[in-house]
């Protein structure tokens, strides 16, 4: 398992990380610990969660998939072997249950010191190694869904924020922050508040990338390359599209969409088509179609690491595959040519 730099921290994650939004949903405490045990032993030393974790998000169940992790860290005492990456909720008026005063969530001085607290406490940790921003507190297109970008008159400011973090850095509750569902506008600013103010700089870049979503290659990939924040790729399976187990209208039982019917992200008008035209040249090159898409991504220069969920080990066991796999040109040139014929569906 490749090592790569997390930005200019002097931290190095693995090129796989491990999505654990399922955790205390999908999944138990104790198949939580068990997927997180293959993963270590696999060589995977990158945790990837949020505060509003397991999805979908309610109420009910917040913050589980933290507790999670912080039991198996605390049973299996191995803290510093893993990098834990965590993440606050930006502005949201649905997310009022995560702060004590309720309303809406912000990524302000205040709530962002009471969201590590919470995280920390959930962890059974005193230290996040990645802490980033889960959407921006400004209007924009986020989770595939699209927004105005004109300005709020009351946003929280990218310097507030990043000031928020900053402090968080010098008592030692975080060693590095990131930034995710952001634009190569705010990555910059990001970027040069903390050149003009001595705040931490972004580490990371968490975004959507899958060969259904590869925007970030637009003006992103620049931003990362140039500026040493590189792509920590959510979804890069399209939430299970690119396995081709939802082929044909298929519903597996026990499967994200089957449970929650979240994925209208990947079912826009003629998604259907580019998928099954990726499955059948991954079959056609006698590869997994979800191999094949993770394996072409991994191998993109501005790409950190490539978050995956699995909900069992045999899921874990076929994702890992992809990490051993090098495609042939005829397989990559027959990806590009899918691509150019329709270039992210499902933005």
Not at 124 to 129: C, S
Not at 154 to 161: F, L, M, N, P
Not at 200 to 227: D, G, K, T
Not at 328 to 338: F, K, L, N, S, Y
Request: hydrophobic share 40%.
């Amino acid at each position: 398992m490749r090592l790569n730099p997390l930005g200019r921290t002097g931290i190095k994650v693995t090129e796989a990380c491990l999505g654990t939004m399922t955790f205390g949903q999908q999944n138990s405490e104790a198949e939580g610990h068990a997927i997180m045990d293959a993963a270590l032993a696999a060589g995977i030393n990158f945790l990837d969660v949020a505060e509003t974790y397991p999805v979908p998000p309610i109420e009910k169940t917040q913050g589980a998939s933290e507790r999670i992790i912080g039991t198996w860290i605390k049973a299996r005492r191995n803290r510093d072997k893993v990098v834990i990456a965590t993440k606050v909720v930006g502005r949201a008026t649905h997310f009022g249950y995560l702060r004590d005063a309720g309303g809406e969530t912000r990524p302000n001085r205040r709530q962002i010191h009471e969201a590590v607290e919470k995280s920390l406490k959930r962890l059974q940790t005193d230290y996040i190694d990645l802490y980033q921003l889960h959407f921006p507190d400004r209007p924009m297109k986020t989770f595939g869904v699209p927004a105005a970008v004109a300005p709020a008159p009351d946003e929280v400011s990218i310097e507030e924020t990043l000031a928020a973090f900053g402090e968080l850095v010098a008592q030692g509750k975080i060693r590095a922050v990131g930034v995710s569902n952001e634009s190569a506008w705010g990555a910059m600013r990001y970027v040069m508040a903390s050149e003009a103010r001595g705040l931490p700089r972004i580490a990371s870049i968490q975004n959507a990338y899958s060969l259904l979503a590869r925007s970030f290659e637009m003006a992103l990939a620049e931003v990362a390359i140039r500026e040493d924040v590189g792509l920590l790729a959510y979804s890069p399976l399209a939430q299970g599209y690119l396995t081709g187990k939802y082929q044909g209208g298929a519903l597996p039982q026990g499967s994200r969409k089957q449970l929650f019917d979240r994925l209208q992200r990947y079912e826009n008008p003629g998604t259907e088509a580019i998928i099954d035209k990726y499955v059948a040249l991954a079959r056609k090159h006698g590869l997994s179609p979800g191999a094949m898409s993770l394996a072409y991504a991994r191998k993109k220069p501005f790409m950190t690491s490539l978050i995956f969920g699995a909900t069992s080990l045999a899921q874990l066991e076929e994702n890992l595959a992809a990490f051993a796999l090098d495609l042939p040109e005829e397989v990559t040139a027959g990806i590009d040519a899918i691509h150019r014929e329709r270039p992210n569906p499902a933005l």
